[in-house]
Nanobody, 129 residues
Framework: QVQLVESGGGSVRAGGSLYLSCVAS????????IAWFRQAPGKEREPVAA????????FYAPSVKDRSTIFRDNPKNTVLLQMNALDPEDTATYYC??????????????????????WGQGTQVVVSS
């Protein structure tokens, strides 16, 4: 029943940048964490970045750390993910997700897919060399 809408996907050349946007309905304010996951062909879905709605604690996967930044805008109920120095290995479908109600905010630092119950439809990112 919670609606998450992603945008910003598309094609980009290696070394370029993009940002992904996730806009959620107000009901997601009860979720402690908003995270971005991605799934590439032949690979399992993996967490990319996450942020707590209160406190500002963040998580970054080692593969994107130092070249990605996750932002939040609580009044607009929006979370943004900016990625730089894109590589063809970043090609994947990117999903925005909200954690289950009642999850402690500390869990945002170690996101587990099973703890996220509301998902967007995904946005495709293709990085070409």
């Amino acid at each position: 029943q919670v609606q998450l809408v992603e945008s910003g996907g598309g094609s980009v050349r290696a070394g370029g940048s993009l940002y992904l946007s996730c806009v959620a309905s107000r009901i997601t304010n009860s979720s402690a964490c908003i995270a971005w996951f991605r799934q590439a062909p032949g690979k399992e879905r993996e967490p990319v970045a996450a942020i707590a709605r209160a406190g500002g604690s963040t998580f970054y996967a080692p593969s994107v750390k130092d070249r990605s930044t996750i932002f939040r805008d609580n009044p607009k109920n929006t979370v943004l993910l900016q990625m730089n120095a894109l590589d063809p290995e970043d090609t994947a479908t990117y999903y925005c997700a909200a954690s289950r109600p009642g999850l402690h905010w500390l869990r945002c630092i170690v996101p587990r897919e099973s703890e996220y119950t509301d998902w967007g439809q995904g946005t495709q990112v293709v990085v070409s060399s």
